[in-house]
């Protein structure tokens, strides 16, 4: 549709003739929908358990489009106005290319099925050590196309390097951020007067974006960028909205104190992790990505994900439920195209070996075994 025009007058100190120029209309394509309702949100800091709130006064925002082509009509994104709209640090990316994007290894087989394509990328090299002590404040937030949560560029105050870190529920540019890996401090020690308070030690570090050992951190702590082991960076907890929380530090161990810290993870799991690992304080970033939703084909090719079809539509050589007239999968259990049973939890249910050695009460009595 042709846009309106506006025709100007001639001035009196021009020619007579007319100026046609387009008007300058505002376009609104993107609206705001209605409040949709999820779970409770979480505090980003603090010591005590999450706070049990009202379902139905959980709600965020989403925004949608106006239906202008078939791919915006049912496309949902997260309102995320807060987000770097530049290019990221180019010194901490590097580009994506081989076989990283086609699901292959590094004899060229396909062991990913259903990847290939995608929009060019560069990887952000994300820091999960944290080992680096001292203030750093928060330049940006940014969105990283590699994973779900965003994340935030960092300035050492002492030296001006950048890093990227994964984001924390909240941070803002601005923040000022540290990490205790390397220890306590030498003025924040004198602070405290040359004893360490469990407390007062808390109450200055325990704080949204700061890095601290599994042993600094209160019980009831809320967690994500969760570490395994000694030395090492971050393993758990790393996507959007995840979180861990510390349940309990256990007493057996060195002498000079706890040797582990157990942890319960977001799907319920309690991990029992070194005293030493790392976790950062808060929740990952951008809670609401699950509810997007991509609204065309074509988006999902632009995440390299290719598409997928159902063994049931192929043909009876291309997959075990092929084949037949109709829908009908040949009477057999749901496997794979290769065989292997797909559903039951057949690979994830623990085999309990049959006990081999089975004593009835009498044979107890009498101190004999019989081999069933």
């Not at 530090?249 to 002498?255: F, M, P, R």
Request: charged share 25%.
């Amino acid at each position: 549709m042709l846009q309106p025009r506006i025709l100007l007058q001639q001035s009196q100190n021009t020619s007579c003739r007319y100026l046609s120029i387009r008007q300058n209309l505002t376009r609104s394509y993107a609206t705001v929908a209605q409040s949709v309702k999820v779970e409770p949100p979480l505090p980003a800091t603090g010591f005590a358990p999450p706070p049990t709130l009202d379902e139905a006064n959980a709600t965020f925002m989403m925004r949608t489009y106006k239906p202008r082509t078939p791919g915006v009509r049912h496309l949902r994104r997260p309102i995320n106005d807060h987000l770097w709209k530049g290019r990221p640090f180019l010194p901490l990316t590097f580009a994506k290319k081989g076989h990283g994007k086609g699901g292959r290894n590094n004899s060229g087989r396909v062991t990913i099925r259903h990847r290939g394509g995608g929009h060019k990328r560069r990887i952000r090299t994300v820091d999960f050590l944290r080992m680096v002590p001292g203030p750093h404040t928060v330049e940006r937030i940014e969105h990283d196309p590699g994973r779900s949560a965003h994340i935030a560029l960092l300035n050492e105050e002492a030296t001006g390097r950048k890093s990227y870190i994964v984001a924390a529920e909240g941070m803002r540019a601005g923040d000022v951020v540290q990490s205790y890996r390397a220890g306590i401090p030498k003025d924040l020690l004198d602070s405290m007067g040359g004893v360490v308070d469990p407390g007062v030690l808390a109450a200055k570090t325990a704080w949204r974006g700061n890095c601290l050992p599994l042993h600094m951190i209160p019980i009831g702590t809320i967690i994500y960028n969760v570490g395994s082991t000694r030395g090492k960076g971050a393993v758990f907890c790393r996507s959007a909205g995840t979180h861990a929380v510390v349940i309990s530090k256990d007493d057996e161990g060195t002498k000079g104190g706890n040797k582990y810290v157990n942890v319960r993870l977001q799907s319920g799991e309690i991990r029992k992790v070194s005293r030493d690992a790392c976790a950062t304080i808060g929740v990952a970033s951008n809670p609401n990505y699950q509810h997007r939703q991509l609204g065309k084909a074509g988006r999902k090719r632009w995440l390299n994900i290719r598409p997928t079809v159902r063994g049931l539509a192929m043909n009876a050589a291309d997959h075990p439920h092929g084949g037949g007239r109709g829908k009908s999968k040949g009477n057999v259990d749901p496997v794979s195209p290769w065989g292997m049973p797909a559903k039951g939890g057949y690979k994830t249910r623990k085999v309990r070996k049959p006990n081999k050695w089975v004593v009835t009460a009498r044979e107890r009595n009498h101190g004999k075994r019989r081999v069933k």
